[in-house]
């Protein structure tokens, strides 16, 4: 089984200032990492994600994660935000062995980001 | 194609009503997922198929909850009897296996 904790409920920030969102994960078999964005009554949009490889992923919009085996985390960094980056964002894990995935994503509760002008 | 549909956006019932909703997935995606989400939390793994076959389902999907993939395209969510704590939003996703998902835009429901 697999969990997710996101270490921040609420980060508010200012425009142009670099943010950081937290994110620890627990497993006992090999990860694939998302990260989601989720707008106010909308679905979720993938960000990013890590399945293999360089433990730097860049995604969508500037967002930028690293991958973090020893400390069993997922940090979300975006070095200079905007109002439009404005809203919830969630981190997930997919178990997987031997590079099957299986299926089911595991959500942490979100962290709502706040950027104010 | 223009991604997962999901129908409807929104449904309010009454207590004790059956309720179904409809997922349509990206064509060529052969996995399908139904997520639900409560208001500040993230969301919570209900069910999934690959293809027509229900590989998975969630302890939170009680006897009153059926999902259905019958040809392996849309999908069909239906709770019986509804209660009040089944108000939540539901997400449908799709994937081709492994890989990340692309969400719907969700069903939100209102039981009152």
């Known amino acids: 089984a697999q969990s997710v904790t996101q270490l921040d409920s609420q980060v508010p920030v200012f425009e142009e200032a670099p943010v950081e969102l937290r994110c620890n994960y627990s497993?006992?078999?090999?990860?694939?990492l998302f990260w989601y964005v989720q707008y106010p009554n909308q679905g979720l949009q993938l960000l990013l994600k890590?399945?293999?490889?360089?433990?730097l992923v860049k995604g969508i919009n500037g967002f930028e994660a690293e991958f973090n085996k020893s400390q069993t985390s997922f940090h979300l960094r975006k070095p200079s935000v905007h109002i439009s980056d404005t809203a919830e964002y969630f981190c997930a894990v997919m178990g997987n062995a031997g590079g099957t995935s299986y299926g089911k994503l595991t959500f942490g509760q979100g962290t709502i980001l706040t950027v104010h002008p | 194609d223009t991604g997962v549909s999901q129908n409807p956006r929104h449904k309010i019932t009454k207590r004790g009503q059956n309720v179904t909703f409809r997922c349509d997935p990206i064509?060529?995606?052969?996995?399908l997922y139904w997520y639900r989400q409560t208001l500040g939390q993230g969301p919570e793994f209900l069910t999934y198929?690959?293809?027509?076959?229900?590989?998975?389902k969630s302890r939170l999907l009680s006897d009153r909850f059926s999902a259905e993939r019958p040809k392996g395209s849309f999908s069909t969510l239906e709770i019986q009897r509804t209660e009040q704590g089944d108000s939540a939003m539901y997400l449908c996703?799709?994937?081709?296996?492994?890989?990340?998902?692309?969400f719907g835009s969700g069903t939100r429901l209102t039981v009152v």
């Open positions: 996703a799709s994937s081709l296996s492994g890989g990340g998902y692309t």
């Open positions: 198929f690959q293809n027509e076959a229900q590989l998975e």
């Open positions: 064509s060529e995606h052969n996995r």
């Open positions: 890590y399945l293999s490889g360089s433990t």
């Open positions: 497993s006992s078999v090999s990860v694939y």
